[in-house]
């Protein structure tokens, strides 16, 4: 089993609606979760991070934290076309007693006009 | 504006060659990172260090090596590049302690081995 999870995609949604993007985790003591968006080509830039159960707003972008269900997720709100990027889960697992990132394969999100 | 450097965007080497890459952070963190990113694998850990002169394996550490001689530079060193080592490689760095800090990225070195 992977350390962390996601959907490849890609996930296609029309301009305005919900994506809904998803992770899940093996280490359940992990601690700190994070999302990162990549464009093609660039380097990924921090969205949200979140570390307690429950939900974590910030404009459009809501991060959900399930410790119990190893879950985590980001909506972005009223999606845009800007919004198509590559999104990255990341997990700080707290096995190994480290600060490393290990991170999911990705998912596509395509917002279309 | 805090910023994580590598020294090239794209390099081109051949096979056989010793390539060095460079990585150079401001912000003063303990830990940095060398990851390698290739389609439908997402982002690999290659190496990380949380110190100076300090270093531990990641997933996939065969074939590489690094140096951590001040806290601000860490180097990825491909010993004997090899085609299978064509990729996107990005490093990071981040704070140490709290786990609830973020990891900042460089922009990214595309290395083609030919």
């Known amino acids: 089993q992977k350390e962390v999870e996601q959907n490849s995609g890609p996930l296609s949604v029309p301009e305005g609606a919900i994506a809904s993007l998803n992770c899940t985790y093996s280490d359940r003591g992990s601690q700190s979760f994070f999302w990162y968006r990549q464009y093609s080509g660039k380097s990924p830039e921090l969205i949200m991070s979140i570390y307690s159960n429950g939900d974590k707003e910030d404009g459009r972008f809501t991060a959900q934290l399930n410790k119990a269900s190893q879950y985590v997720s980001l909506l972005i709100r009223d999606s845009q076309p800007s919004d198509s990027a590559t999104y990255l889960c990341a997990v700080n697992p707290i096995w190994d007693n480290t600060d490393k990132l290990i991170f999911g394969t990705g998912t596509r999100l395509q917002v279309f006009p | 504006d805090v910023k994580v450097t590598q020294s090239s965007r794209y390099l081109v080497k051949r096979t056989g060659e010793k390539v060095f890459l460079e990585c150079v952070q401001d912000?003063?963190?303990?830990?940095m990172f060398w990851y390698r990113q290739d389609p439908g694998l997402g982002l690999r850990l290659i190496y990380f260090s949380y110190d100076v002169k300090m270093k531990e394996k990641g997933d996939i550490p065969e074939g590489y090596s690094v140096s951590r001689e001040k806290k601000e530079r860490f180097s990825l060193i491909l010993e004997s590049a090899s085609t299978n080592q064509t990729s996107m490689y990005l490093c990071?760095?981040?704070?140490?302690?709290?786990?609830?800090?973020?990891?900042?990225f460089g922009q990214g070195t595309r290395l083609t081995v030919v």
């Open positions: 990071a760095s981040r704070n140490a302690g709290t786990g609830d800090t973020e990891a900042f």
């Open positions: 912000m003063d963190h303990e830990n």
